[in-house]
């Protein structure tokens, strides 16, 4: 069974949402994982896919849309499928993804924008309630 964590950011900023999104996928990329970030709609994939170009100076995340090269270490994706993608969910949606039990890890990313932390408690009940081992990451600053 999957091992979610919520991070839990101190801003209600959705920036710094997408911007947290971005570091925790490029750790995980460079750690070998393969990562599947599931986006809310097709704006928000938009806009992370130009960040992972450009968020962290010279360097960047290769990355594919999952609808053009879904076997890409690094995919975005806005399906109900997130194919042959077992390593790390990052779940940006409002609803638990139908297929993240096919993940070794899920990550949360929360901010104090209160329709963000409302979605993310009903998505913690869902995990909970399934038996999901969960863990919360309170970060301090960004």
């Known amino acids: 069974m999957s091992k979610v964590d919520f991070y839990i950011l101190p801003t209600d900023s959705l920036s710094a949402r997408l911007d947290f999104a971005c570091k925790l996928c490029e ?3 460079r750690l070998g994982h393969r990562v599947y970030l599931h986006c ?3 704006e928000q994939r938009s806009e992370l896919d130009q960040r ?3 968020f962290k100076g010279e360097a960047f995340v290769p990355h594919d849309l999952a609808e053009v090269h879904a ?3 690094v995919v975005l994706g806005l ?3 997130a194919g042959e993608h077992h390593g ?3 779940n940006l949606g409002a609803s638990v993804p139908g297929f993240v039990g096919q993940f070794e890890r ?3 990313i929360v901010v104090e924008e209160p329709a963000i932390r409302q979605s993310a408690r009903e998505r913690f009940r869902f995990y909970r309630e399934q038996g999901y081992a969960l863990q919360d990451h309170r970060l301090q600053r960004l």
């Open 27 to 29: 750790k995980a990329w």
């Open 40 to 42: 809310q709609d097709a």
């Open 52 to 54: 992972l170009w450009r």
């Open 71 to 73: 076997d890409a270490d």
């Open 79 to 81: 399906a109900d499928n």
């Open 88 to 90: 790390l969910l990052i």
């Open 106 to 108: 899920v990550a949360e």
